[in-house]
């Protein structure tokens, strides 16, 4: 089935392009969801039309989420979670958990079917494609480590972190002391 996009429609194409589909595809997915028409003659007359259209609705999308690429690229994200002896993870650390944690350090609230990836199931650093539109992909870096090195790196910065006491005042008579003013206002 041949269909005229109404819409950018990511892994098919462009508005105002024409493309061959599987009819369920076509009748089930894109033409309900209003992204594309059945390619008739009088469609076909409208093309540049609806490319024009879409060209400056591209424009102003891109415009709008060029600040919030801006924010995000290069942004990253720590998770600490039980990894296994092979550095498999017992569980995963899912999209949802992805947009969670960039919301929490920018405020920025991320829709988690923008973030291209499967969830992440090995301990590393992993590059996360966040597709805000069909042309700005911004890249976030996702570190993920095991429980117990976090563990042990919190333990060694304790350890650094604690101050040392010059000296202890250890006998009653070594405080020293403190009389409190009468209500005239003279020390008693």
Request: glycine share 8%; charged share 30%; aromatic share 6%.
């Amino acid at each position: 089935m041949k269909v005229l996009l109404i819409k950018d429609v990511y892994n098919l194409g462009r508005a105002g392009e024409i493309k061959r589909v599987a009819n369920g595809y076509g009748r089930n997915f894109l033409i309900p969801q209003k992204f594309a028409v059945i390619a008739t003659p009088g469609a076909l007359k409208q093309v540049e039309k609806i490319q024009a259209a879409a060209e400056k609705r591209r424009i102003a999308l891109n415009e709008e989420m060029a600040g919030l690429a801006e924010k995000i690229a290069g942004l990253e994200l720590y998770f600490t979670a039980k990894v296994g002896e092979t550095g498999r993870l017992y569980g995963s650390i899912t999209q949802q958990m992805i947009a969670d944690a960039i919301a929490e350090k920018t405020g920025i609230e991320i829709d988690r079917h923008w973030i291209e990836s499967q969830p992440l199931r090995d301990a590393g650093v992993h590059d996360v494609k966040i597709r805000l539109t069909f042309d700005l992909v911004p890249e976030v870096k996702v570190t993920i480590e095991s429980e117990e090195e976090a563990g042990k790196a919190a333990e060694v910065g304790n350890k650094k972190e604690k101050p040392k006491v010059k000296e202890e005042i250890t006998t009653i008579d070594e405080i020293p002391s403190f009389t409190e003013p009468t209500s005239n206002g003279e020390q008693a």
